[in-house]
């Protein structure tokens, strides 16, 4: 069955980088068009990144745009979502989307805090 695992979440000061993993089985992953998204408590789960199944094209909210960067490797059928510079504002649960399946992940916790 499909199934998506996210990993990589954590506690990290302001400032800091993470990277986020989501590992993809149970569909032809080198074939789905893949989205992260995120959501904090009290608010609207929010797209944050898209990749094209090559990995070719990408597209970002202008809001994260300038320090999210997502990847993927598809010998490995993993995404990856590198965060730079965080924000207490991106503090929230982090899942990947295999897109056209509409399946989500269980989400991985981002806490950015000093």
């Known amino acids: 069955q499909v199934q998506l695992v996210e990993s990589g979440g954590g506690l990290v000061e302001p400032g800091g980088s993470l990277r986020l993993s989501c590992l993809a089985s149970?569909?032809?992953?080198?074939?789905?068009?893949m989205t992260w998204h995120r959501q904090s408590p009290g608010r609207e789960r929010q797209l944050v990144a898209l990749?094209?199944?090559?990995?070719?094209?990408?597209r970002y909210p202008d809001s994260v745009k300038d320090r999210f960067t997502v990847s993927r490797d598809n010998t490995k059928n993993t995404m990856y979502l590198q965060i730079d510079n965080l924000r207490s504002e991106d503090t929230a649960v982090y899942f990947c989307?295999?897109?056209?399946?509409?399946?989500w992940g269980q989400g991985t916790q981002v806490t950015v805090s000093s």
């Open positions: 149970g569909f032809s992953f080198s074939n789905m068009t």
């Open positions: 989307k295999a897109s056209a399946l509409g399946a």
């Open positions: 990749i094209s199944p090559s990995g070719a094209v990408t």
